[in-house]
T-cell receptor
Framework: DQQVKQNSPSLSVQEGRISILNCDYTNSMFDYFLWYKKYPAEGPTFLISISSIKDKNEDGRFTVFLNKSAKHLSLHIVPSQPGDSAVYFCAASEGGSTLGRLYFGRGTQLTVWP | DAMVIQNPRYQVTQFGKPVTLSCSQTLNHNVMYWYQQKSSQAPKLLFHYYDKDFNNEADTPDNFQSRRPNTSFCFLDIRSPGLGDAAMYLC???????????????FGDGTRLSIL
């Protein structure tokens, strides 16, 4: 059963505008969340993370928001650039474990057009 | 640059013929992972090594084995590949320690395995 869900397989955004990628999870024990970006023929690259003690983390153009009560997180990219076109994976790990075992969503293909 | 390297990038094997995929890392990370990713699906953890300790996921088929001869290298062995094993196989590493969880995993570029 999928514990991390990305319900939008694709998103298309014009350059300069905001991209919002969404992720939902079902396991209330998850306490650490990550976003990875993946270009074709490459492995996933770590982008940004957030701990459950926070509700927002920002790194340059990328901001991740966490809503624990809704079990929902989102990644905002502002402004979007054509180079951001990639598959974005949401991932989560469970508290109480000594190992950061990750559960992944299926990914959202972001296309940023000029 | 420190990195995770997977070889080969593409592997074709015959149904039932054993195949080995390799992963090496220069990050000196103590944990190495193997994931299987099928088309349009989430990466699925097969197993991991925490230092020398091997940890198998409960639903990983017996057909899949792994070896870690030293810190830098990890191998994925598929003893008798079936058509359903065609997928992208991703290796990842992380540095984990007591009291210092939540370290991002670093991925290689994967090996795409095809079964004839």
């Amino acid at each position: 059963d999928q514990q991390v869900k990305q319900n939008s397989p694709s998103l298309s955004v014009q350059e300069g505008r905001i991209s919002i990628l969404n992720c939902d999870y079902t396991n209330s024990m998850f306490d650490y969340f990550l976003w990875y970006k993946k270009y074709p023929a490459e492995g996933p690259t770590f982008l940004i993370s957030i701990s459950s003690i926070k509700d927002k983390n920002e790194d340059g153009r990328f901001t991740v928001f966490l809503n624990k009560s809704a079990k929902h997180l989102s990644l905002h990219i502002v402004p979007s650039q054509p180079g951001d076109s990639a598959v974005y994976f949401c991932a989560a790990s469970e508290g109480g474990s000594t190992l950061g075992r990750l559960y992944f969503g299926r990914g959202t293909q972001l296309t940023v057009w000029p | 640059d420190a990195m995770v390297i997977q070889n080969p990038r593409y592997q074709v094997t015959q149904f039932g013929k054993p195949v080995t995929l390799s992963c090496s890392q220069t990050l000196n990370h103590n944990v190495m992972y193997w994931y299987q990713q099928k088309s349009s699906q989430a990466p699925k953890l097969l197993f991991h090594y925490y230092d020398k300790d091997f940890n198998n996921e409960a639903d990983t088929p017996d057909n899949f084995q792994s070896r870690r001869p030293n810190t830098s290298f990890c191998f994925l062995d598929i003893r008798s590949p079936g058509l359903g094993d065609a997928a992208m196989y991703l290796c990842a590493t992380s540095r984990e320690a007591q009291g210092k969880r939540n370290q991002p995993q670093h991925f290689g570029d994967g090996t795409r395995l095809s079964i004839l």
